[in-house]
């Protein structure tokens, strides 16, 4: 299993960004899918999660709001729309693949990840 995270980059306070992901290697609208953050110091933690359909979304509550996770299954992709980004969005974003189609708030239940792209916020 691959999978292909880009969309990174530095970008102003109030800006935005989306990050996409492409998955290979396994059948991608059989499994929930997230997107994971470490910033410099910190442990990784869950941005948003997302189910095998992209009907159930869910969002840790700093981003709720301003960050939307979907998922394009034909393209085997999934992206994450960020909105007015702070500096303390600025980490390493990592999409991750669970082993089954249920959305889960736990860093542990995603099994695959990508190479992760670095997201900073600053003026």
């Known amino acids: 299993v691959q999978l292909q995270a880009s969309g990174g980059g530095l970008v102003q306070p109030g800006g935005s960004l989306t990050l996409s992901c492409v998955s290979s290697?396994?059948?991608?609208?059989?499994?929930?899918m997230a997107w994971i953050r470490q910033a410099p110091g910190k442990d990784r933690e869950i941005v948003a999660h997302i189910n095998r359909s992209g009907r159930f979304t869910h969002y840790q509550e700093s981003v709720q709001g301003r960050f939307t996770i979907s998922r394009d299954n034909a393209k085997s992709t999934v992206y994450l729309q960020m909105n007015n980004l702070t500096p303390e969005d600025t980490a390493v974003y990592y999409c991750?693949?669970?082993?089954?189609?249920?959305?889960?708030?736990?860093?542990?239940?995603?099994?695959?990840w990508g190479q992760g792209t670095q997201v900073t916020v600053s003026s």
């Open positions: 290697g396994r059948t991608f609208s059989d499994f929930a």
């Open positions: 991750a693949s669970s082993n089954d189609g249920l959305g889960d708030d736990r860093v542990s239940r995603y099994i695959y």
